[in-house]
């Protein structure tokens, strides 16, 4: 395991859709940034589903201040409760929450933004940046009479009743994570959420096969927000000055990548996190050998549950490399960094099969089904911290 990488606390409150690493101490004197931050980046078009958003001001103001927000929704299908919104004298936050319409697509991103026309900000107060969303359909496919033979073959056997796990389902994930420097893991975290599940081609009638297409194990907030911790918001990855020297400077791949992909705080982007092979035998089995070429070009084998991920950013990456906008062909000193967005890169990185006896967060992987939850425990490893990120998921089944 990789455990020298050092990160440093973000503190700068500009930034959109951050959390402040402490409040602002009296007599602040600074830009007083207005951002938002909500614990979901992503929702469902479906009735009671919303996502709550919190207006934060880096210091708190001697009078009220009101804020109107608006989305870039063409087709009004999405609505803002609670704008305005006032942020009363001596606090620094209120909330608004964004609730859905019913969706003719597969899923669409929105913008949050501060509408300059209908408020009126106080001196040295500024807007930091618009806060990104997505809105998922929550239609799913109907069910084949071959998959309905499956289930019905595993209701027989076990009792269960697989079809309540299919589809859309409530997905409860406690999260503790490691962090990235220092040798303790933070508090472990808990999100509510859903998970698109279906039964994999995989499937046979008598061992079915599930899959998560979206949202694999309540991972995908949790992960993407590791992948911008790594990334995006690492200082490292600054645009470094320039002192006039003519040496290659690994650092300058970092803003080259960043500036080709245009991947921002406020960037409109697509994070998908699946996973396939959940099989449903005599145990449940979801971990398993992967092979894979490590950075060197040299083939390894981790034992890992072998989620796989979709980044629209990532996409673009690929296609800036084979255009040789970026990549060692359009600057030398590429090779001397690891500039790339790539979340197999960052994320889930490493073989999870040996305990470190001084650390805490390893555990076997294990899964249990019944007719009350669907249940998974494990391990994953992201790029350089001091230990493994343990994960439980629980699932309840639907009515």
Same mark, same amino acid.
């Given at each position: 395991?990789?455990?020298?990488?050092?990160?440093?606390?973000?503190?700068?409150?500009?930034?959109?859709?951050?959390?402040?690493?402490?409040?602002?101490?009296?007599?602040?004197?600074?830009?007083?940034?207005?951002?938002?931050?909500?614990?979901?980046?992503?929702?469902?078009?479906?009735?009671?589903?919303?996502?709550?958003?919190?207006?934060?001001?880096?210091?708190?103001?001697?009078?009220?201040?009101?804020?109107?927000?608006?989305?870039?929704?063409?087709?009004?299908?999405?609505?803002?409760?609670?704008?305005?919104?006032?942020?009363?004298?001596?606090?620094?936050?209120?909330?608004?929450?964004?609730?859905?319409?019913?969706?003719?697509?597969?899923?669409?991103?929105?913008?949050?933004?501060?509408?300059?026309?209908?408020?009126?900000?106080?001196?040295?107060?500024?807007?930091?940046?618009?806060?990104?969303?997505?809105?998922?359909?929550?239609?799913?496919?109907?069910?084949?009479? +071959?998959?309905?033979?499956?289930?019905?073959?595993?209701?027989?056997?076990?009792?269960?009743?697989?079809?309540?796990?299919?589809?859309?389902?409530?997905?409860?994930?406690?999260?503790?994570?490691?962090?990235?420097?220092?040798?303790?893991?933070?508090?472990?975290?808990?999100?509510?959420?859903?998970?698109?599940?279906?039964?994999?081609?995989?499937?046979?009638?008598?061992?079915?096969?599930?899959?998560?297409?979206?949202?694999?194990?309540?991972?995908?907030?949790?992960?993407?927000?590791?992948?911008?911790?790594?990334?995006?918001?690492?200082?490292?990855?600054?645009?470094?000055?320039?002192?006039?020297?003519?040496?290659?400077?690994?650092?300058?791949?970092?803003?080259?990548?960043?500036?080709?992909?245009?991947?921002?705080?406020?960037?409109?982007?697509?994070?998908?996190?699946?996973?396939?092979?959940?099989?449903?035998?005599?145990?449940?089995?979801?971990?398993?050998?992967?092979?894979?070429?490590? +950075?060197?070009?040299?083939?390894?084998?981790?034992?890992?549950?072998?989620?796989?991920?979709?980044?629209?950013?990532?996409?673009?990456?690929?296609?800036?490399?084979?255009?040789?906008?970026?990549?060692?062909?359009?600057?030398?000193?590429?090779?001397?960094?690891?500039?790339?967005?790539?979340?197999?890169?960052?994320?889930?990185?490493?073989?999870?099969?040996?305990?470190?006896?001084?650390?805490?967060?390893?555990?076997?992987?294990?899964?249990?089904?019944?007719?009350?939850?669907?249940?998974?425990?494990?391990?994953?490893?992201?790029?350089?911290?001091?230990?493994?990120?343990?994960?439980?998921?629980?699932?309840?089944?639907?009515?």
């Amino acid at each position: 395991m990789k455990k020298i990488f050092m990160m440093g606390c973000i503190a700068a409150a500009m930034f959109a859709g951050l959390s402040s690493c402490e409040e602002p101490e009296t007599g602040y004197e600074g830009i007083n940034y207005i951002y938002l931050e909500s614990d979901a980046s992503y929702l469902y078009d479906m009735e009671g589903e919303t996502l709550d958003v919190t207006v934060r001001l880096t210091t708190a103001l001697e009078q009220d201040l009101t804020l109107t927000f608006k989305t870039d929704d063409t087709e009004n299908l999405i609505t803002l409760e609670g704008n305005p919104v006032t942020i009363t004298a001596g606090a620094t936050t209120a909330t608004f929450t964004i609730v859905p319409g019913t969706l003719s697509i597969e899923s669409k991103s929105y913008k949050v933004s501060l509408d300059q026309e209908a408020t009126v900000l106080p001196e040295n107060v500024q807007w930091a940046e618009d806060f990104t969303f997505t809105v998922n359909s929550s239609v799913t496919a109907p069910l084949t009479d +071959e998959q309905l033979a499956i289930i019905d073959a595993y209701k027989e056997s076990t009792g269960i009743d697989l079809s309540k796990y299919i589809g859309l389902v409530n997905v409860s994930t406690v999260y503790t994570a490691s962090n990235p420097d220092v040798e303790t893991s933070q508090p472990p975290v808990t999100r509510k959420g859903y998970t698109m599940i279906t039964l994999s081609e995989q499937s046979t009638a008598e061992i079915p096969v599930l899959k998560m297409t979206n949202n694999a194990m309540g991972l995908q907030d949790f992960l993407y927000d590791r992948l911008k911790t790594y990334t995006l918001e690492n200082p490292s990855w600054e645009e470094p000055e320039d002192d006039g020297s003519e040496e290659e400077n690994p650092a300058k791949s970092y803003s080259m990548l960043l500036s080709a992909i245009g991947w921002t705080t406020t960037s409109a982007e697509s994070f998908i996190v699946s996973l396939d092979e959940i099989s449903l035998g005599t145990e449940i089995e979801f971990a398993k050998d992967v092979d894979l070429i490590d +950075e060197y070009g040299d083939p390894v084998t981790q034992f890992k549950v072998p989620l796989e991920f979709y980044f629209s950013a990532y996409e673009r990456e690929k296609e800036a490399v084979a255009e040789k906008i970026i990549g060692e062909e359009a600057y030398p000193g590429w090779w001397m960094s690891d500039a790339t967005v790539n979340p197999d890169s960052q994320l889930n990185c490493d073989d999870t099969s040996e305990d470190w006896p001084e650390l805490g967060n390893w555990t076997e992987p294990s899964a249990s089904i019944s007719a009350e939850k669907l249940e998974f425990t494990f391990c994953l490893y992201n790029y350089n911290d001091y230990d493994y990120s343990k994960v439980t998921a629980t699932y309840t089944p639907n009515e």
